[in-house]
Nanobody
Framework: QLQLVESGGGLVQAGDSLRLSCRAS????????MGWFRQAPGKEREFVAA????????SYTESVKGRFTISRDNAENTLFLQMNSLKPEDTGVYFC????????????????????WGQGTQVTVSS
């Protein structure tokens, strides 16, 4: 029902900023909360940030609080992740994902609750 395509990744230096985008195609973007996840080489995929259907609630993993901001533009069917003060440990493939709004609570860090996933975009932060 939803196809998700990430963009905006790249190679940057520590302290730099990047803005990731996730464009959704389909008719039900505004019926899903959204999340960002990342996977570093040799590690499991981990939760980064989530946002509710209307954007009224957000959640972040502790390591990115104060540096990353998740947002969405429902009129454009687009999810964003603004990443500031990047660190080498932020390196990985970043995925956006969609979670049906039938779940409780309205946002979640449980990746098993996310139904649709993008292909990922590479973020590399050098020291």
């Amino acid at each position: 029902q939803l196809q998700l395509v990430e963009s905006g990744g790249g190679l940057v230096q520590a302290g730099d900023s990047l803005r990731l985008s996730c464009r959704a195609s389909g008719y039900t973007f505004d019926e899903h909360s959204m999340g960002w996840f990342r996977q570093a080489p040799g590690k499991e995929r981990e939760f980064v940030a989530a946002i509710s259907v209307t954007g009224g609630s957000t959640s972040y993993t502790e390591s990115v609080k104060g540096r990353f901001t998740i947002s969405r533009d429902n009129a454009e069917n687009t999810l964003f992740l603004q990443m500031n003060s990047l660190k080498p440990e932020d390196t990985g493939v970043y995925f956006c994902a969609a979670r049906p709004n039938t779940y409780i609570p309205v946002i979640s860090d449980l990746q098993n609750e996310y139904r649709y996933w993008g292909q990922g975009t590479q973020v590399t932060v050098s020291s």
